[in-house]
C-alpha cells in the first residue's frame, strides 16, 4: 500500500505514520464493501471510494 519508498517518504515529511495509513485505508475499504454488501441500493460505492481517496490524496498533497 503506502509502505513503498516514495509513498513512505511523502507521509513522514507529512507527519504521517505509513502503518496507520495502511489500518485506515484497509478499514475504509472492508467497511464500505460490508455497507455495500448490506444495502447495495443505498450505498454509492464509486461515490464512497472517490470520497475517501481525494480526501486521501489531499491529506499525502505536498
Known amino acids: 500500500m503506502v509502505k513503498d519508498l ?3 517518504a ?3 515529511c507529512r507527519g504521517l505514520d ?3 495509513l495502511d489500518v485506515e485505508t ?3 475499504i472492508e467497511g464500505a464493501h ?7 441500493e443505498q450505498v454509492d460505492l464509486v461515490a464512497v471510494h472517490r470520497s475517501y481517496f481525494e480526501g486521501l490524496a489531499a ?3 505536498p
Open 6 to 8: 516514495v509513498g513512505q
Open 10 to 12: 511523502v507521509v513522514q
Open 18 to 20: 505509513p502503518a496507520t
Open 26 to 28: 484497509a478499514a475504509f
Open 34 to 40: 460490508l455497507l455495500w454488501l448490506l444495502d447495495p
Open 59 to 61: 491529506r499525502l498533497r
